[in-house]
């Protein structure tokens, strides 16, 4: 039989892939080689975040409640995918015999061969591991084995201060354990706006998460549980070392069988997710375009019109997709940094308004002393560029902005908005208050800047 498309990966872009494609009668092979739901629902946002959110509380286990949770999601996930109209589920291992046809191996070790009009890859990526002299492997911590810990680590090293090491810092500091971060860079959340570095960091020293930047861990002496960085200092009654140090894509797929270009960050894709070969598409972690599961996600709604509408063109761009990183506070952005926009703009295009939530009446009520909404714009068109949210729900707050920015909805526009008194969101009308009263009364400068400095 030869089906209309086979979808490599049950996670997050793979699952919505396959039922997108079985809801509109389309037959479709879905391959996975290890558990239904991928990195999100097995190692990784569905186990931090309960980590997360139950580190506030007082449950006694807590990493056994995270792999109940996890257990008891994935298996409802599995049930129903495989009992999916439309969808035969394969559990094995997929590569490319040639661009039409595929073969799997499955975990008796049996092979099948599967034929196909199109092909979705959404193999999804690992963790990269970081390499450290004298380690031993049962101190080494990955995304995939966090959870698998029978109790907290006293001392939890975490090599890398990006999105997932920052929110496992807050998540297990919390937990009772001692952490320490460690970054080559010179701080924490490197693609955010140095505001929140800045901010997360002083959140970091109040709490005790200790910090070294600009260093690399080097080697580890077992006798002493002592880990030496490159700078020479020494971490002493080090437990655990956990990796967050950035993802290698799953390509282990035969493409060149397929004739499907890819490098060391993935698979090239435009912005329907096509590869080099028009029938073969790849989505989420995979590409170079998301590393998020709403990412994943959105891909998969995008590619389902596409594949099962084929008189649809394969034209348009991409939406900016926001970040949410589950620190404390959370810290959410959509859009570029402003080092990055500075790339594309003259410094005098730009209009930046910052908002602390401390001048908000519900920032106030709270009694919160950090935390801010931040909007870089064009000047005078009020056009949103990106903005960036640090606050105790910044997470949900940054829907309203993601929303404005990819409609083309202006600061004019989300000025005259009426939120409920009192709640932080305010923070994004006082923003766009402030640009629009700050326009008027300096028009003639800002229509000058305007003209004069356009990209
Ligand atoms: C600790 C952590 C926390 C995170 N938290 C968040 C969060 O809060 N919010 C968020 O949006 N994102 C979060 N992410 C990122 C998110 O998990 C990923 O972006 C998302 O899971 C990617 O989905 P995917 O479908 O591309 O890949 P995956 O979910 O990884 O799925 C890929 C699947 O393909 C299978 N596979 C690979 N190769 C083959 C093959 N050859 N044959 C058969 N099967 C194969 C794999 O086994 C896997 O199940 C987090 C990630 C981590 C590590």
Redesign the pocket.
Known sequence: MKYHTIV???????LTVAVGLSKLGKRVAL?????V????TN???IP??TLIHESKGDEKDVLALVRLRRDHLRDEETEWIQNLKNVDFHF????FLGPNSMEVIGVDGSPEILRTKNVVL????R?RVVAIDGLPAARTLT?ETMFEQKSTPEHLVIVGGG??GM??AFGFRRLGSRVTVVDRGERVLKVSEPAVSDLLLRRMNHLGIESYFNTVAEDYEESSKTLRLRNGKSITGVDKILSAAGRIP?L??DLERAGVIHDERGVPTEAFGRTNIPHIFA????NHR???????NDQGRRLVKKLALPFVPFKGKEPYYPS?T?TDPEVAQVGPSLSTLLKTYPAQAIHTETVMLKDTDRGYTMGLEEGFVMIHSRVLTGEILSATIAAPSAGEMISLLTFALNNGVTLYKLAELVFPYPVLSEAIKKASSAFVFHTLATFPRQAFRYLRYRP
């Open positions: 490599v990966g049950a996670g997050s872009a793979g391959v996975e080689r290890r558990h739901g991928g990195d999100c190692y990784g946002c931090s975040k094995g291992q997929a590569r959404a193999t999804g990526s963790p995304n999105v997932i929110e496992m799953n282990d797929l989505i989420g972690d995979i998301s590393a998020f599961t709403h990412s994943a949410a589950f």
